[in-house]
């Protein structure tokens, strides 16, 4: 009687431990695949900012530091594209806490963020070189 009450209790932890297991391998799935529609399903909006000169261009355009407009909680990929001899440039959002690292020369980087929610103006800088690298980043009701 003890060894079959033993038995149960080792398949009930084990049960336990099985389903903790299958658990933690959906959640990894989920955490995994999430970002992965994402991507596929294309939601997060590309913007590419090409550095040249010690300012920041949109992709094809020729307006020095522009202001970009977002939508209030929408997905955002900035890409940053230096294309300035000798220096190094990164795009930061202070007031999202949004800061990309340093971009070499003819390298880029990406980061992926989300709009806040709430619509408003805030500024946008390369780092270093602020004064020069500076423009506005709007957000817009959705
Ligand atoms: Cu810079």
């Given at each position: 009687?003890?060894?079959?009450?033993?038995?149960?209790?080792?398949?009930?932890?084990?049960?336990?431990?099985?389903?903790?297991?299958?658990?933690a391998?959906?959640?990894?799935c989920?955490?995994?695949?999430?970002?992965?529609?994402?991507?596929?399903?294309?939601?997060?909006?590309?913007?590419t900012?090409?550095?040249?000169?010690?300012?920041?261009?949109?992709?094809?355009?020729?307006?020095?530091?522009?202001?970009?407009?977002?939508?209030a909680?929408?997905?955002?990929?900035?890409?940053?594209?230096?294309?300035?001899?000798g220096?190094q440039?990164?795009?930061?959002?202070?007031?999202?806490?949004?800061?990309?690292?340093?971009?070499?020369?003819?390298?880029?980087?990406?980061?992926?963020?989300r709009?806040?929610?709430?619509?408003g103006?805030?500024?946008?800088?390369?780092?270093?070189?602020?004064?020069?690298?500076?423009?506005i980043?709007?957000?817009?009701?959705?």
């Amino acid at each position: 009687m003890a060894g079959i009450d033993r038995i149960r209790r080792w398949s009930g932890t084990r049960g336990a431990v099985t389903a903790v297991l299958v658990a933690a391998v959906g959640l990894l799935c989920l955490v995994l695949l999430l970002p992965l529609t994402a991507r596929t399903q294309g939601s997060a909006r590309q913007i590419t900012l090409v550095t040249r000169n010690m300012a920041f261009y949109l992709e094809g355009g020729t307006e020095p530091n522009p202001t970009i407009q977002v939508r209030a909680g929408e997905e955002v990929r900035f890409t940053v594209l230096n294309r300035d001899p000798g220096f190094q440039h990164n795009f930061s959002v202070e007031a999202w806490g949004l800061e990309t690292q340093f971009v070499e020369t003819e390298a880029s980087t990406s980061v992926l963020v989300r709009a806040p929610a709430r619509p408003g103006s805030q500024p946008y800088v390369c780092t270093p070189h602020g004064k020069m690298m500076r423009g506005i980043i709007e957000v817009v009701a959705d």
